[in-house]
């Protein structure tokens, strides 16, 4: 298996996903490995159909090729960006003066009418000038959330717990498809694409992380380039499962800096997924993450929503 990291090698390595039905214990250990190392981890042979990827791809950069005024009739303010767009300028990372250079599209988990969650997640906006809009991103939502599924499965053999102990803890969870959109930027643009910052969830999963950017803050200080190969997901850890595991497994600090000169004038588009608990859920510290030398950080048990509302006052989407 590819080492995760040695003396020569200051990188996040790639680890396959079909590791973890020939040999679960060692795909584990590789991936709950490099969150402890980075709080970021590279995943192949994820199993989101390439095809779905494409087209959810295509249907997000259409809609972000619509004039700005068809753009903002999506945009509801006042609801922390939960769902539909949220325009250039506007999200600011934490502590940060200037807001980051980006647009979005949020789509949420669809809930059936009467749900016990619907006080917790609006219903989703859809784009009408966009064919299939709506088809292709909650197919894709879906992929994600299966997906993701099955790292937790992994973090939760890391952790000692049973294979399926995050399962009902995430089950009808907050999560959020995020289309994002960097447009061109220029030579004296206030900011950077996404200020230096820490993501709220439980794991986020990235696609389209090919175009260089995204960098992740290490231990010793070092801004380090997180690089997949194409088609590979970008995995890192969210504030929730740190606060979850008393620091053992870290949500580290990234950015996605300002492309070179000779990029400058070309846009970059990516995927997050943003696996949430379920907003009931309460986040306390597991038994197993404390202990001699190990006290508890995080004594005050808090939920995921009050957490997320918490930090989405913070980043001034609320």
């Known amino acids: 298996m590819t080492s995760l990291h040695n003396a020569d090698q200051d990188r996040v390595a790639s680890v396959s996903l079909l590791r973890a039905g020939a040999d679960p214990m060692e795909f584990a250990r590789a991936l709950g490995g490099s969150f402890e190392r980075y709080g970021f981890a590279i995943v192949a042979d994820h199993g989101i159909d390439a095809a779905l990827i494409a087209r959810a791809d295509a249907a997000a950069r259409a809609f972000f090729a619509l004039p700005e005024e068809v753009k903002r009739r999506y945009h509801v303010p006042g609801t922390g960006g939960a769902r539909g767009y949220t325009p250039f300028g506007v999200e600011t990372a934490k502590d940060a003066v200037q807001s980051d250079l980006k647009e979005f599209w949020h789509v949420g988990r669809e809930l059936p009418a009467g749900h016990r969650f619907a006080e917790y997640m609006q219903p989703n906006l859809w784009p009408t000038e966009i064919a299939d809009f709506r088809e292709t991103q909650l197919a894709l939502f879906d992929a994600f959330d299966a997906t993701g599924r099955k790292l937790l499965s992994a973090i939760a053999r890391y952790l000692g717990l049973a294979p399926d102990w995050f399962d009902d803890t995430v089950a009808d969870g907050n999560s959020v498809l995020r289309l994002l959109h960097y447009p061109p930027v220029s030579a004296d643009a206030p900011g950077i694409r996404a200020g230096a910052h820490e993501d709220i969830n439980t794991i986020t999963l990235l696609l389209g992380a090919e175009e260089a950017g995204l960098e992740l803050l290490d231990r010793d200080g070092r801004w ?37 000169p000779e990029r400058r004038g070309f846009s970059r588009y990516s995927m997050p997924f943003f696996l949430h608990f379920r907003p009931d859920f309460l986040i306390e510290t597991l038994p197993g993450c404390t202990g001699e030398g190990r006290p508890d950080l995080y004594p005050e048990p808090i939920t995921a929503h009050d957490y997320l509302m918490q930090r989405l006052r913070e980043i001034k989407l609320l």
């Open 224 to 260: 380090l380039a997180v690089a997949p190969n194409v088609g590979e997901l970008v995995v890192n850890v969210g504030d929730m499962l740190q606060r979850l595991t008393n620091n053992m497994l870290r949500s580290t600090t990234h950015r996605v800096r300002n492309p070179p």
